[in-house]
T-cell receptor
Framework: AQTVTQSQPEMSVQEAETVTLSCTYDTSENNYYLFWYKQPPSRQMILVIRQEAYKQQNATENRFSVNFQKAAKSFSLKISDSQLGDTAMYFCAFLFMNRDDKIIFGKGTRLHILP | NAGVMQNPRHLVRRRGQEARLRCSPMKGHSHVYWYRQLPEEGLKFMVYLQKENIIDESGMPKERFSAEFPKEGPSILRIQQVVRGDSAAYFC????????????????FGQGTRLTVV
């Protein structure tokens, strides 16, 4: 079974700093997607960024970027110039490619951006 | 252009009662996924349904839990004889086609139903 591990239950950084959230996963498959989702206090799940495993180039969305290391099965999220609105739970997630399946989530990292 | 609608947002039930959680997927979406989130935990997959069919219920407890997605109307997650351990946030997500198929990765989430069993 595929597993997603987030080893940092909670983190705090000062506003405007850069923060990196870690994620590792385990799969024997070669084709898959990886995601980072944000869950603010409203509980709404918001897709932050997506990476296709066959792409070597790391995905970037404005202040959010990933460091995807396929051989190491590592998928970290970097948030640059952090803002108070980035305070939330962040979930790393996995989805098989070319297969009708469900998204598998890690346990999450609670991120606090301090003023 | 409403998103995924879940109701109620909050539900309080006494031990032994039944809980019914509703999920109306986005317009045109025929794939629904239910997840459970325990306090300070990630989202755990429960069940995947398409219209009138259960595709994958591997994450759903064998007893007391059931789910349906009828031809007409919302998807329903039903928990019979609730216990304190059922207290959690239950999320529904919908997708136009199965996630992972033909490049589709868009699963849209509702805001969840927080079930409290007293």
């Amino acid at each position: 079974a595929q597993t997603v591990t987030q080893s940092q239950p909670e983190m705090s950084v000062q506003e405007a700093e850069t923060v990196t959230l870690s994620c590792t996963y385990d799969t024997s498959e070669n084709n898959y997607y990886l995601f980072w989702y944000k869950q603010p206090p409203s509980r709404q799940m918001i897709l932050v960024i997506r990476q296709e495993a066959y792409k070597q180039q790391n995905a970037t969305e404005n202040r959010f970027s990933v460091n995807f290391q396929k051989a190491a099965k590592s998928f970290s999220l970097k948030i640059s110039d952090s803002q108070l609105g980035d305070t939330a739970m962040y979930f790393c997630a996995f989805l098989f490619m070319n297969r009708d399946d469900k998204i598998i989530f890690g346990k999450g990292t609670r991120l606090h951006i301090l003023p | 252009n409403a998103g995924v609608m879940q109701n109620p947002r909050h539900l309080v039930r006494r031990r032994g009662q039944e809980a019914r959680l509703r999920c109306s997927p986005m317009k045109g979406h025929s794939h629904v996924y239910w997840y459970r989130q325990l306090p300070e935990e990630g989202l755990k997959f429960m069940v995947y349904l398409q219209k009138e069919n259960i595709i994958d219920e591997s994450g759903m407890p064998k007893e007391r839990f059931s789910a349906e997605f009828p031809k007409e109307g919302p998807s329903i997650l039903r928990i019979q004889q609730v216990v304190r351990g059922d207290s959690a946030a239950y999320f529904c997500a919908s997708s136009l086609s199965g996630t992972g198929v033909k490049g589709n990765t868009e699963a849209f989430f509702g805001q969840g139903t927080r079930l409290t069993v007293v």
